[in-house]
């Protein structure tokens, strides 16, 4: 079966300094991933998403940026992490298929980021 | 601008009763319509998914009908339990990447 994992659970850091989450998959190859953020109070806010090793898409102009070094992983970092960057982290990923919309996410369990 | 509008008022029902929560969407065409639970504190999973040439979709007790006429999508709960009580969010796909609501949060009472 598949696995989604991702660490740190929570976090506490301050402004200006760098940050750096993962995200692995385990029991599927292929897949696309996806980084969102939940915000207090606000919904789901798609970050950026990767159809493919070292192929990243942005979706929202801000300062992280994300990576995926390998087929299953997937990093989403900052250089200075802002107070406006705290929020609940979620990745996720699917199947990769020609119709995207056809095919469920399946959510990790998140990482609390509070910027202090 | 696309818009999925779901009612962020919380919806308070009594055990046994049939909850019903409403999925608004605009200037989208969407295929697929996607329904996901949220506890707090939780990553969303999955419960739903229906096309747009499905009038209706079942499984167990939920039940989801998709309106592309009407832009709609309704979500129902049937026979109630405590333990439905969650943040249900809707979904459109956009490219690869899927829209959610800010959804809907249930509180069913014993």
């Known amino acids: 079966s598949q696995t989604i994992h991702q660490w740190p659970a929570t976090l506490v850091q301050p402004v200006g300094s760098p940050l750096s989450l993962e995200c692995t998959v385990e029991?599927?190859?292929?897949?696309?991933l996806y980084w969102y953020r939940q915000a207090a109070g606000r919904g789901l806010q798609l970050l950026f998403y990767?159809?493919?090793?070292?192929?990243i898409s942005s979706e929202v102009p801000q300062n992280l940026s994300a990576s995926r070094p390998q087929d299953r992983q997937f990093i989403l970092s900052s250089k200075k992490l802002l107070l406006s960057d705290s929020g609940f982290y979620l990745c996720?990923?699917?199947?990769?298929?020609?119709?995207?919309?056809?095919?469920?996410?399946?959510f990790g369990p998140g990482t609390r980021l509070t910027v202090t | 601008s696309q818009k999925i509008e779901q009612n962020s008022e919380a919806l308070n029902i009594q055990e046994g009763k049939t909850a019903t929560l409403t999925c608004n969407y605009t200037?989208?065409?969407?295929?697929?319509l996607q329904w996901y639970r949220q506890d707090p504190g939780r990553g969303p999973v999955f419960l739903l998914l229906?096309?747009?040439?499905?009038k209706e979709k079942r499984k167990e007790r939920l039940k989801v009908t998709f309106d592309t006429t009407l832009k709609q999508s309704l979500f129902h709960i049937t026979a109630s339990q405590p333990a439905d009580s969650a943040t249900y969010l809707c979904?459109?796909?956009?490219?690869?990447?899927?829209?959610f609501g800010k959804g809907t949060s249930l509180l069913v009472t014993p």
């Open positions: 996720a990923w699917s199947v990769r298929g020609r119709s995207q919309g056809a095919y469920e996410q399946y």
């Open positions: 029991g599927t190859s292929n897949p696309n």
């Open positions: 990767s159809v493919g090793i070292g192929q």
């Open positions: 200037n989208y065409s969407p295929a697929y």
């Open positions: 229906i096309r747009e040439n499905e």
């Open positions: 979904a459109l796909n956009s490219g690869y990447a899927l829209n």
